[in-house]
């Protein structure tokens, strides 16, 4: 199981604005100036697979070309009733019009929704640190899907992975 180091319990708008912050931090237009991306909190964006208003838990979009990243955000450190909604949340996610994913973290959650998590394309664990929101293996599968979303990859291949002709 995919699990970081303890950050003693989130609320769930904590965890929403610990993965903006992070995001904000290692992506933001302050750390890539113009490719860098405007990161918002709480955007209605159009309805839910059932007809209700959706609001984005953390909305991405890079001003040069308009390309944009929803994100919905679940921390789970006991055990609750976030598992049941997770099934909803994978299929609300589907039914978007724009590229989506939900980020997670915590050790709440059961054995089943977890492995759910873990095999979904459309799922990524990240923890970040709170203290210094830098990258690390903890948000490695949130940093994969920014860069597949925006074309990061220079920020997440390693350099010393890239093949040299000998």
């Known amino acids: 199981m995919k699990r970081a180091a303890s950050t003693g319990g989130l609320t769930g708008h904590q965890y929403r604005d610990l993965i903006a912050s992070y995001i904000d931090h ?31 838990d953390v909305f991405l979009v890079r001003p040069d070309d308009r390309k944009a990243l ?17 099934p909803y949340a ?3 996610l589907e039914a978007l019009w724009v590229p989506g994913c939900l980020a ?3 050790t709440g959650w059961s ?8 095999a979904s394309r459309l799922a990524a664990h990240c ?3 709170a203290a210094t929101l830098a990258r690390s293996k903890h948000t490695r599968e949130l940093d994969h899907m920014l860069a597949a979303t925006f ?5 997440v291949l390693p350099a010393a992975k890239r093949f040299k002709r000998r």
Not at 70 to 86: F, M, N, P
Not at 111 to 118: C, F, I, N, Q, W
């Open 26 to 56: 290692n992506y933001g237009q302050h750390a890539l100036g113009p490719a860098g991306l405007n990161v918002y909190v709480e955007v209605a964006l159009g309805k839910t697979v059932i007809g209700k208003d959706r609001q984005v």
């Open 70 to 86: 929803a994100i919905e955000c679940k921390y789970q450190d006991t055990l609750g009733s976030v598992d049941e909604k997770i």
């Open 90 to 92: 994978l299929l609300d």
């Open 104 to 106: 997670y973290a915590g």
């Open 111 to 118: 054995r089943g929704v977890l492995h759910a998590l873990e």
């Open 127 to 129: 923890l970040p640190d």
């Open 151 to 155: 074309g990061f990859w220079e920020l």
